[in-house]
């Protein structure tokens, strides 16, 4: 099994509605965990957690997503102009054990 984290550090004022943004387009999503926003540490941080058996399942889902069906046609549109709600992200995968 793979954990996914994908970090966001959002300009001020954002991480709640990119959060939500996510909760949003997120909720169908059977590999979502979590959605997390700061408590501590680094201001204006969301942390989505993603759960896939492998990494081979990983790119599946990636493969699907770049396919543009109506379902990732719809929400790539509700995802519209969320880049200018960050500054920078990152991608880390882990292993499980």
Not at 12 to 25: C, M, Q
Not at 32 to 49: A, P, Q, R, S, Y
Request: hydrophobic content about 35%; some cysteine.
């Amino acid at each position: 099994m793979i954990i996914v984290q994908e970090t966001f550090i959002c300009k001020p004022g954002n991480a709640s509605k990119l959060a939500n943004l996510f909760k949003e387009i997120m909720t169908d999503r059977t590999e979502l965990i979590h959605i997390l926003t700061d408590l501590t540490g680094e201001f204006n941080k969301v942390i989505m957690l993603s759960q896939y058996e492998s990494i081979s399942a990983y790119e599946q889902s990636y493969k699907e997503y770049m396919q543009n069906s109506e379902e990732v046609k719809k929400m790539k549109e509700k995802m519209k102009g969320y880049h200018e709600m960050y500054y920078s992200g990152s991608r880390e995968i882990y292993h499980v054990w």
